[in-house]
């Protein structure tokens, strides 16, 4: 029996700060130092949308660049990892209650790499990936994250990757939150301090709020992959509780037993 593996919800914002100097990546750089060493990650990041669930089993994983306009110094990263496909199967094993597909094309996309290089730059962490089936409504990745929960016994820490607040049409350099803004990411905090999971999976009762926060899901329904491996004797423990660009929440969390 390992020693169980922490959740981890990275608000990742700009695929820039896996290589600025700046809060976020040495967040992520002290949190690979801190945390307890994993036998393996599983990522769910919100750039990997599928019709149906899928895990990574090709190796060596591709590092994926799937993004435009941004500085060649950004596309000449790579993060190539060992092999993790005995945990990836473990993964398919886990989840019962719907049919994990395969997939020996997709890599490690910006959701992942771009955080867990700064964790874990020497890259000697196997990692794969589980992707977020586009089709299924919110209540159903939670309940995802609580079958694949499992896991962190087997030494596989949870990787959930995207952002609270993501509108990436508003978005302001350098001006302050907007109101919508802070009020939907203290209304997701309150809910995990609250382990309020009802409140997370029916986020659109917010309103106004929501619907500017959360335009497009993807970015939010990592969170709920999070909260659902989330353990009863878990403790809670926030950073980077800042809005970027006055509409991207970099809240970030860790679920760990005491």
């Known amino acids: ?16 700060n896996a290589i600025t100097d700046n809060p976020y990546r040495a967040s992520w750089q002290a949190l690979g130092a801190r945390l307890p060493r994993p036998e393996a990650i599983l990522c769910v990041s919100a750039h990997w949308l ?3 669930t899928a895990v990574t089993m090709g190796h060596p994983l591709e590092t994926i660049h799937d ?10 990263e790579q993060y190539p990892v060992p092999d993790a496909r ?9 989840i019962g209650s719907t049919r994990v597909a395969v997939d020996t094309e997709w890599g490690l996309d910006h959701g ?22 586009a089709t299924q409504p919110p209540r159903r990745h939670l309940e995802i994250g609580r ?17 609270i607040v993501h509108n990436l049409a508003t978005m302001r350099p350098g001006a302050a939150p907007y109101d919508w803004a802070l009020e939907f990411d203290a ?32 970015h939010y329904l990592p ?10 004797d878990d403790t809670l423990e926030f950073f980077n509780e800042s809005i970027d660009l006055a509409s991207i929440s970099m809240r970030s969390a860790i679920l760990a037993s005491a």
């Open 67 to 76: 993004f435009y306009g941004f500085p060649p110094a950004l596309f000449a």
């Open 112 to 133: 992942a790499w771009a955080v867990l290089k700064p964790m874990y730059p020497a890259g000697d962490v196997p990692v794969f990936q589980l992707s977020i089936d």
């Open 187 to 218: 209304h997701a905090a309150r809910a995990l301090e609250d382990r309020d999971d009802d409140a997370l999976v029916d986020y659109l009762r917010l309103g106004r709020a929501a619907e500017l926060a959360v335009n497009s899901a993807e």
């Open 147 to 163: 079958e694949i929960a499992s896991l962190r016994d087997r030494g596989v820490m949870i990787v959930a990757s995207g952002n």
């Open 223 to 232: 969170l709920l992959y999070a909260a659902g491996a989330r353990r009863d």
């Open 1 to 16: 029996m390992s020693q169980r593996m922490p959740v981890v919800f990275v608000g990742h914002g700009s695929p820039m």
């Open 86 to 94: 005995a945990f990836a199967q473990a993964t398919i094993d886990a």
């Open 50 to 52: 599928t019709r149906g």
